[in-house]
Structures are given as C-alpha cells and as structure tokens.
C-alpha cells in the first residue's frame, strides 16, 4: 500500500502538468499538498512545457487576438475602438467563440493595442495604458508611464517585449523618438527597459545605429533571446536585433529577397525558433509568401528559402504561424482573419474580422507564471480581470 502512494507521488507532477490552468488553480485550493506542488517553480515550468507541447490536432485553435472597429462613442461616429479576446475555433465543426478580456479597455476607450508575445505565456499589451497580461491566470499589470525627460515628447515608439534567463525577468524595451517642445527640435533616440522584477523604468544607455524602423511588429519576433524589428537604411533592408540579457543592439542584413520596395512588403518572424523574414507582393487577389530563414543565428550567410506558401486567394498580409497545428493565419482583404493548412492548402474562415489592417493574432500558451511579485505591497501588486461574450461576434451563441 505504502509503495502505491509512493508510486503515486511520483506521477502526481506529470499528470496534474497536463491540465489546463483553470483546473490546478481549483486544486490548488483543496489541497495543501498539491498547492504547494503546484506552486513551486519547478511545476510551474514543467506544465508550462508539458500542457503547451502537447495539444492534439483536433483540440480547439486558441489564439489571443486583437482588433479594431468603428465605434460609437465619437462625436463624429468614425472613431476606431480597438480590444484583445481570446478566440477558440473549433476547426471540426466551424464554430467559433470570442472571449473580450475585461481590462482596462473596456472602460477606456483606446484606438490602437499592439500585442506582443507570447513569452512563457506573458504578453505585453502596449497602448495608451500598457501592461503585461497572463490570460490563463487572469492577471495583469498596468507599466508606469515611460520616464521622458523634461520639456521633451515623443512622437514615436517603437516596443520589444522578452525574458531574461539570467536574472529571470521579463522586459519591455522602447526606443523612442524625443523632440524639444518649444524648438521642435528631433533629439537622439532613447533606450528605456521595463522590468518586471522592479516594475520600473530605466534608461539603457546603449548606442543605435543609424536606420529607420517599420512602424508594426504584429508577428512574434522574440528569438534566441532577442527582439527584432524590420529596419532599413541606405543599403537596403535588415533587421533589428535587441539582446534582452546583453542589453545591446546588432543588425543582419536582409537577404535580397524583395525586387522592389513598392512592390514588395516584408516583415520579420519566427518560425521553428528560427529567426525568419516573410516576403508577399503587396497587390493582387492571390499572393504568395515566401519564407527565409536564418539557419545559423548571427550569421548572415545563413539566410535560406524555406518555403514558399500559397499562393493563397484574397489574402492581404501575414499574422503569424501557429506551428504545432500546421497552421498560416492571414488577413484577407476585407479585414477577416483566414487560416491556411500547410498541408492540405484548405483555407478556413474563422468568422473573427475588424478595420482593414487591424489584426493580430498570436499563440495562446497556458502558463502558471504570475506577474505579482512576492512580498510586494498589494496595492501595487497586479489586478485581476474577468473574460466575457463579445456581443458583436457572430459566433457567440445568442
């Protein structure tokens, strides 16, 4: 008997790490035992990798997604409303159901929410009123204002969201343009780096090279420890690069893979935990993509052609991967977001649409990291949010 209950202590851990985080945090409240279990680092990681790395093809496709709309609330009825939901789409028999995340948004209306992550199921919702949110917990933590310095503002900013192993900290980097207020004189790009560890700002001090940066980063582009963004100079494209353990930048230089920059759009992703470039015509009712990928990180002689995907009808740009399914989501033309089979080449309709070059959609990872610190103050802890109907979708029910 007492070698049963051993044997079950053992097994314990793999088998509570395959469930969901609604369920272990019920469990966790019965049984002091598994709280203890189930709190510990070590669980935490391991269900972060077990649950995560093992979902069937046939279990529902989640994403976190964002969008844009026209909303009611302006004086001239053309304002944009922008929200985050959780989206499970149920590819057996079509049907969708869209989740809003009750945050702040809700009750403040903002017209532009970038997504960034997912990071060991962290995400950074940067916006007016910027935070870092874990879904499956429930949890999120609003970011102190960016420090600037006096009689300065800024007119641009450009995000990067990552974890540090080394000191276990999740950051958000900003570069930010500064400008003089009564000269409007353009002053040095500034370096600030969110911890959450500190949960505050400081400046990096860390030289950028001269280039300019694409305004978007709606694909995930956190590889082997750095952000990256799609760049250029007078050479021509490159990336980006922003070490989160180093806290320094470097560039690649892009392969040749756009004929023409008025033809051609490109953007910067992950795919395989490979940085990748993804380039597509930017006209046409059919458009193809094709994928290049640095095979040795760092090294520019590296850069191979993957794939090529598509060409795929009516779509407009790329929205990321989800490459344990298979998957390539797209925004079509009108502002819906498609899915591509890899495989089978099949295009699904999801339902979920918004304002023409709105949307984001990325992984959903379930994870037990909570953004409160210990022994914190609880006032300046983090605040918990509910998830509710999207009325306006049309795959809720009623």
Same mark, same amino acid.
């Given at each position: ?12 851990p ?8 609604k369920?272990?945090? $019920? ?12 709190k ?9 990798h ?18 844009? $709309? ?6 001239? &009825? ?21 989740n ?7 009750h ?10 997912? @990071?060991?199921?962290?995400? @950074? ?7 870092? +949110?874990?879904?499956s917990?429930?949890?999120?933590r ?21 974890f ?13 343009d500064t400008w003089?207020n ?23 001090? @860390? ?8 305004? @978007? ?9 750095a952000?990256?963004?799609w760049?250029y100079?007078?050479? &021509? ?13 470097q560039t ?15 953007? +910067?992703?992950?795919?395989r ?15 193809g993509?094709d ?6 990180? &760092?090294?520019k ?15 407009? $740009? ?11 989501? +797209? ?5 819906r ?17 918004g ?12 994870s ?10 609880p ?18 029910p009623?």
């Amino acid at each position: 008997m007492a070698q049963n209950v051993d044997r079950l202590k053992d097994v314990m851990p793999d088998i509570l790490s395959r469930l969901p985080v609604k369920s272990l945090r $019920r469990l966790a409240c019965i049984n002091k035992s598994w709280y203890r279990l189930i709190k510990s680092p070590d669980f935490i990681s391991k269900h972060l990798h077990t649950f995560n790395n093992h979902m069937k093809s046939t279990d529902p496709i989640n994403l976190l997604v964002k969008r844009t $709309r026209r909303a009611p609330f302006g004086p001239y &009825g053309d304002d944009r409303e922008a929200s985050v939901s959780l989206l499970s789409f149920n590819r057996a028999n079509s049907s969708a159901v869209l989740n809003l995340l009750d945050l702040i948004y809700n009750h403040d209306e903002v017209n532009h929410i970038e997504i960034l992550g997912p @990071c060991n199921g962290l995400y @950074c919702l940067f916006s007016s009123t910027s935070m870092i +949110v874990n879904p499956s917990m429930r949890e999120f933590r609003i970011l102190p204002d960016t420090p600037a310095p006096p009689d300065t503002h800024s007119k641009m900013e450009h995000v990067g969201f990552g974890f540090d192993p080394e000191t276990n900290d999740y950051k958000v980097v900003t570069i930010m343009d500064t400008w003089r207020n009564e000269t409007d004189e353009q002053l040095p790009w500034r370096v600030e780096m969110y911890s959450l560890n500190s949960h505050s700002w400081r400046n990096v001090d @860390c030289p950028l090279p001269p280039l300019s940066i694409r305004n @978007c980063s709606w694909i995930d582009a956190f590889v082997r420890g750095a952000f990256h963004w799609w760049a250029y100079d007078a050479a &021509g494209d490159l990336i980006l690069a922003f070490d989160m353990v180093n806290e320094t930048f470097q560039t690649f230089r892009v392969p040749n893979a756009r004929f023409s920059t008025r033809e051609y759009a490109g953007t +910067v992703a992950k795919f395989r935990e490979s940085l990748t470039v993804i380039v597509y015509p930017r006209r046409g009712t059919e458009k193809g993509f094709d994928l290049w990928m640095m095979k040795d990180y &760092g090294n520019k002689g590296s850069w191979t052609k993957h794939a090529n995907i598509g060409p795929i009808v009516g779509a407009r $740009r790329p929205l990321g991967f989800l490459e344990e399914k298979n998957l390539f989501l +797209v925004e079509d033309n009108d502002g819906r977001m498609m899915i591509y089979d890899l495989q089978t080449e099949e295009i699904i309709h999801t339902g979920f649409h918004g304002e023409e070059d709105s949307l984001q959609a990325v992984v959903y990872m379930e994870s037990l990291i909570s953004v409160r610190r210990d022994n914190e103050n609880p006032q300046a802890g983090a605040s918990f949010f509910g998830m509710i109907p999207d009325p306006l979708f049309e795959g809720n029910p009623g």
